[in-house]
Every structure is written in C-alpha cells, then in structure tokens.
C-alpha cells in the first residue's frame, strides 16, 4: 500500500512538474520571449545547481560507500586471496584517483565558465604534447595493473611444488563431488565411457573396465533379445537398433582403453595412473588442512561449470572434456573464520559461478577448513566410508534436464550423454 502511495506522490509530482514547464513555455510567449534567449540570470542560475548537484553527487557517493562497506566480502581466508584484495583495492584506488579528479573538474568549471560576453573561448585546434601526455598516462597505468595481474594470476595457475595436496572437484548438474587420493597419495586415471550409478568420476581400474564391459554386454543381449522376438512398432525398433550400434562403439572403444590401461601398466609398473584409482576417496564432503598448499583439479561431466570459492577469492571454470587447474593455501581455519564473522554458523562454500542450468542456483558445497590433526582425521575417516552414490541425492531427478546422465532413456545411466558425444 505504501509503495502504491509513493508511486502515485511520485507520477503527481512528474505531472505537475510538466504542467508547471508548460505555464513557463506559455508566459514567456505571451511575453514574446523566444526560447533561446537565455538571460545572464538564467547561466548563474544553472551554473550554481551544477555546483549544488556536484557536491550532492559526491555526497551520495560516499554513502554508498559507508553504507555498503559491510556487504562486502569478509577478509580474505588464503595466502592467494589477500594478494588478489591487493590487486582489486590497487584498482579501485586508480579509479577513485580518476573519478574524484574527472568529477570534480567537470562540475567545478560547468559552474565557473559560464557563458560571459566578454569573454572567448580559447581554441587549440590541436596538441602535441596534450595528446602525448594523455596516451602516455594510461597507457603506463594499464601495464602497470596488467603485469600486476598477470603476477597474480600465475601465483594462482602456476604449477603447485610436487608435496602439495591433490584435491579433485567434479562438477556436474547440479552438485560437486571431491575425490582425494588414497593411501598411495596418487589419483587415478578417469575416462568418461566408465561412468555408472557405482563409478560417478569414471575412474580407470582393471575393475572398473571389466564392470563396465559386463554392463554393456548385458545391456546388448537383452535389446538383441528384444529386437529378436518382440513385437515392436517400426519405429521403435529402428531407435533400439540405434541404441544397441552405440553400446557396441562404446564397448569397443572400453575395450581400447582396457589395451591402453594394459601397456601403460606394463611400462611404468606403480607410476602408471591405471594402478592409483582403487583406493582413491570420492565423496561429498571438501575438507582442506589450513596453511597447506593446496592443488586442485577441476573436471565437468556435463556443460561448463565454475568452481568459486569466494572467501578464498578463486575461480576456475568446469570444461568437459579437459582438466583445469588452480592452487591456493587456505590460511584461516573454519573456526576461526566463526570466531571472526561472529557467526558460529558460518561456512566457506564452493558455488557454481556459472549459469549452467535450472538449479544452478544450489549448486554449491560447504568447504571446511581445519588443522592439519583435524584433517588427517577426516581422512581416515572418509577413507572408511563407502561412497553414496549421486543419485541418492534428494530431489535431483527433477532439476536434471534431459540429455545429462540423469537420462536413462538409452536404458543405461551413462550412454546418452556419453556416446551421442562422442559420433
Ligand atoms: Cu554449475
């Protein structure tokens, strides 16, 4: 009621405004006043309101200010994130420096240098040294703010140092799942073609291949069989038909990989990453030990992703199809981070950064930080726990749109997104 109030004082205050113009326009009329005679009143008038609107302008700005300066984002919880504060606030100091100065010309001189009949403009139809000058400036602050940023990116994308701690995030519509290595501190070699309700990641073990190829085959003998004795309308046979020519590709082509997987073995011995991905964690949980570098990978199954971590201040898309990479090392705990915001709530968060899809909006996962004791604990811990599968989790069905994994109209949970990928 109130707002209808307000947009009604408001639309009557526009309207009279108008009429009150239009009364002006009629009188200097009748006066027999043309329009662009401007009186030197008039020019004081409006050069004083510059001013007026100049330092309104200021005024507001600086409440904007104040009163978002809370909003912002809390104090940045890794060695990575208080150099890129640094990065942004040296920005943001340029242009207050531009800002301020630009501003308070414009409205200064708007006020100052109004029309006079005494007085002519000076014209300097060109400048040298103005135009050096002012090519020069900027172009010399830029690469200042790019070789800084650049510095920074790399101290983001950079190769971690050979001890840091692995992590892999997987992202998919619409959740993430973290995957850490087992005891043999290596992770595994994934393939797409092996993904199932079991194997989410698509890790690469001899159990995985030969799961997978029993799978398939299963899945081609009983379409055969259909194809063989049901009765099917023509239509629906040729899509079968269809299905099964794909699941032979597919298998075919596991069956590549399994030959590939056997070489690598047979050359690298333990180096080869066929032989971690047994033991290797996938769960539903990020945890990180505090003031531990930090190596993550990132994959996507489905479209593109982007993992953020916002109090850690990074950012690195999803892309099917390649693994990405950043690094960090996070140096406030979770606890401390309560102690600091306040809040015993509070959660560092991994979200997508990137509109993927209707439930984009949820796609996102708590990241706790702990001591390196703490740590070691929840690994011992997860390493117990046997993974629960994706599609348990509630109320996902519903959000996935056709053609992701989630499409079991090709009679298997992996085939549809996968194959029709691949042709
Ligand atoms: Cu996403």
């Keep these: 009621m109130m707002k209808l109030l307000i947009l009604i004082v408001v639309v009557l205050g526009i309207l009279a405004v108008a009429q009150l113009a239009r009364v002006y326009e009629l009188t200097a009329k009748l006066r027999g006043k043309r329009e662009e005679d401007i009186s030197p009143a008039d020019n004081r008038f409006n050069g004083r309101m510059m001013w007026v609107f100049g330092i309104a302008y200021f005024a507001f700005f600086l409440w904007l200010v104040l009163h978002y300066k809370d909003k912002m984002?809390?104090?940045?919880?890794?060695?990575?994130?208080?150099?890129t504060d640094w990065l942004m606030d040296f920005n943001w100091w340029i242009l207050l420096v531009a800002f301020v100065i630009t501003n308070v010309l414009l409205f200064w001189f708007s006020g100052k240098y109004?029309?006079?009949?005494?007085?002519?403009?000076?014209?300097?139809?060109?400048?040298?040294?103005?135009?050096?000058?002012?090519?020069?400036?900027?172009?010399?602050?830029?690469?200042?703010?790019?070789?800084?940023?650049?510095?920074?990116?790399?101290?983001?994308?950079?190769?971690?140092?050979?001890?840091?701690?692995?992590?892999e995030l997987y992202a998919r519509q619409f959740d993430w799942t973290a995957r850490y290595p087992g005891n043999d501190g290596g992770l595994g070699a994934t393939d797409f073609r092996l993904i199932n309700g079991n194997n989410p990641l698509g890790i690469v073990t001899k159990e995985s291949v030969a799961e997978r190829i029993a799978e398939l085959d299963?899945?081609?003998?009983?379409?055969?069989?259909?194809?063989?004795?049901?009765?099917?309308?023509?239509?629906?046979?040729?899509?079968?038909?269809?299905?099964?020519?794909?699941?032979?590709?597919?298998?075919?082509r596991i069956i590549n990989l399994r030959t590939i997987m056997e070489l690598d073995i047979a050359e690298k011995g333990e180096a080869s990453p066929y032989l971690h991905g047994a033991?290797?964690?996938?769960?539903?949980?990020?945890?990180?030990?505090?003031?531990?570098?930090?190596?993550?990978?990132?994959?996507?199954?489905?479209?593109?992703h982007s993992a953020y971590l916002p109090h850690m201040r990074i950012q690195m898309n999803a892309v099917p199809g390649m693994t990405t990479t950043m690094k960090m090392v996070p140096t406030i705990t979770t606890d401390s981070m309560r102690t600091i915001m306040a809040d015993q709530e509070?959660?560092?968060?991994?979200?997508?950064?990137?509109?993927?899809?209707?439930?984009?909006?949820?796609?996102?996962?708590?990241?706790?930080?702990?001591?390196?004791?703490?740590?070691?604990?929840?690994?011992?811990?997860?390493?117990?726990?046997?993974?629960?599968?994706?599609?348990?989790?509630?109320?996902?069905?519903?959000?996935?749109?056709?053609g992701?994994?989630?499409?079991?109209?090709?009679?298997?949970?992996?085939?549809?997104?996968?194959?029709s990928l691949d042709e």
């Design 73 to 83: 984002l809390p104090v940045a919880a890794s060695e990575q994130g208080v150099e």
């Design 114 to 167: 109004i029309y006079s009949k005494d007085r002519r403009a000076y014209w300097q139809p060109h400048n040298n040294k103005l135009e050096l000058a002012w090519t020069i400036a900027p172009a010399a602050v830029l690469a200042v703010i790019i070789i800084y940023g650049l510095q920074s990116w790399n101290n983001i994308t950079s190769p971690a140092s050979p001890d840091a701690l692995v992590v």
């Design 218 to 252: 299963a899945e081609i003998n009983s379409a055969d069989s259909l194809l063989a004795h049901a009765i099917l309308a023509a239509t629906k046979e040729h899509e079968l038909s269809e299905q099964v020519g794909r699941m032979r590709r597919n298998k075919t």
């Design 279 to 304: 033991d290797d964690i996938v769960i539903k949980e990020f945890n990180l030990p505090v003031r531990k570098e930090v190596k993550i990978l990132i994959r996507s199954q489905d479209v593109i």
């Design 346 to 402: 509070f959660n560092f968060i991994l979200l997508c950064n990137k509109i993927c899809g209707a439930s984009h909006y949820n796609m996102q996962m708590p990241l706790v930080v702990s001591t390196a004791d703490e740590h070691k604990a929840w690994m011992a811990e997860a390493m117990k726990k046997p993974f629960r599968p994706m599609a348990e989790k509630e109320g996902d069905d519903k959000a996935t749109p056709i």
């Design 404 to 419: 992701t994994t989630n499409d079991t109209a090709g009679g298997c949970a992996c085939d549809g997104g996968s194959a």
